[in-house]
């Protein structure tokens, strides 16, 4: 069914939420797992265009994506890290795409109103914009 899921993490408590039900589905199906955290502060934003050193955010997500990559393998899954800086929906959009992912695995927050306009963009163009299914979990707001 599904070969490779790309798992968004966004580094915070919503990730404890999306794991263990992407890495169900990924033992049922076999799937490797790709996982993808976009670093998104002014530096990631500007670091290709300034050519800016990293950020300490920036290291953080690293060190955080590596720790989380480190302990779905030692549940015995195939898994693989990618860190990303800019904007969250098109780099999910494009690395789902350049990795071949058949899956998109991602939480939603549930937020109302003014903070669906903020925090709601990169689930709505991901899911208007993705060619592949979306598996959403929903976790409380942080």
């Known amino acids: 069914m599904f070969k490779k899921i790309l798992v968004a993490l966004d580094h915070s ?3 404890r939420v999306l794991l263990p039900k992407v890495l169900e589905l990924a033992r049922l199906t ?3 797992l790709l996982l993808l955290h976009v670093s998104t502060g ?3 934003q500007w670091q290709k265009d300034l050519n800016l050193s990293d950020s300490p955010e920036m290291k953080e997500d690293r ?3 590596q720790s989380v990559e480190a302990e779905v393998r030692r549940q ?3 898994a693989s890290a990618h860190h990303a800086t800019g904007n969250p929906a098109q780099e999910i959009l494009k690395i789902a795409r350049a990795e071949s992912c ?3 695995a991602m939480t939603t927050h549930g937020h109302r109103f003014l ?3 903020i925090y709601g963009t990169t689930i709505t163009k991901v899911r ?3 060619e592949i299914p979306i598996f959403l979990v929903k976790a409380s707001p942080d």
């Open 13 to 15: 408590k919503a990730d």
């Open 102 to 104: 058949d899956l998109i």
């Open 128 to 130: 208007h914009e993705a």
């Open 63 to 65: 060190e955080y994506l």
């Open 76 to 78: 015995g899954m195939t």
């Open 115 to 117: 903070s669906d306009l």
């Open 42 to 44: 002014w530096a990631a």
């Open 30 to 32: 076999n799937a490797q």
